[in-house]
T-cell receptor, first 112, second 113 residues
Framework: GNSVTQMEGPVTLSEEAFLTINCTYT??????LFWYVQYPGEGLQLLLK?????DKGSNKGFEATYRKETTSFHLEKGSVQVSDSAVYFC???????????FGKGTMLLVSP | EADIYQTPRYLVIGTGKKITLECSQT?????MYWYQQDPGMELHLIHY???????EKGDLSSESTVSRIRTEHFPLTLESARPSHTSQYLC????????????FGSGTQLSVL
């Protein structure tokens, strides 16, 4: 079956630090990969996605590359801000299917 | 951007009560979902629907039920709430174009005493 494994949090960083949140997956076929973000008190919103191997998704300074050889989709940002503090979810779905499989989420805390 | 609404935002009720969590979207999406989010943040799909009169159970067994009589409305009902139902419930929707992007509501935080 499909599964997503994320690094456990919380990840605590100072403002302007480099961020990496690791995500690896197990899936049959060729899944699409996503990062969703949940700000405090809100629902999730799509941050970025990649639909095939070697694709790079990017948005708001965040980026992640679909690595089929290592079954990974690590999230990175060069310089985090306090406003990036949130919970980040890695997710996958098989092409043509709508139900997402989510990782357990990683909380990011950025201090000034 | 998201036009998907959940009410109530917070609900505190006693054991044994019947409750309905409301979810509506104005985007004309065919597909709608209910996720349960536990205190550790993990998300579990409990129900989904691909259109009117279509409902399916998700990955996590739930004592709740859903209905989809109108495209825009996907309510979730608990006939007899228990403390084990205390959780955050998130509703989501997506279109049928295959881009697989989910739009989420802000959630209902349910506490059963």
């Amino acid at each position: 079956g499909n599964s997503v494994t994320q690094m456990e949090g919380p990840v605590t960083l100072s403002e302007e630090a480099f961020l990496t949140i690791n995500c690896t997956y197990t899936a049959t076929g060729y899944p699409s990969l996503f990062w969703y973000v949940q700000y405090p008190g809100e629902g999730l919103q799509l941050l970025l996605k990649a639909t095939k191997a070697d694709d790079k998704g990017s948005n708001k300074g965040f980026e992640a590359t679909y690595r089929k050889e290592t079954t990974s989709f690590h999230l990175e940002k060069g310089s985090v801000q306090v406003s990036d503090s949130a919970v980040y979810f890695c997710a996958l779905t098989r092409t043509g299917y709508s139900t997402l499989t989510f990782g357990k989420g990683t909380m990011l805390l950025v201090s000034p | 951007e998201a036009d998907i609404y959940q009410t109530p935002r917070y609900l505190v009720i006693g054991t044994g009560k019947k409750i309905t969590l409301e979810c509506s979207q104005t985007m004309g999406h065919d597909k709608m979902y209910w996720y349960q989010q536990d205190p550790g943040m993990e998300l579990h799909l409990i129900h989904y629907s691909y259109g009117v009169n279509s409902t399916e159970k998700g990955d996590l067994s739930s004592e709740s039920t859903v209905s989809r009589i109108r495209t825009e409305h996907f309510p979730l009902t608990l006939e007899s709430a228990r403390p084990s139902h205390t959780s955050q419930y998130l509703c989501a929707s997506s279109n049928s174009r295959g881009d697989e992007k989910l739009f989420f509501g802000s959630g209902t935080q349910l506490s059963v005493l």
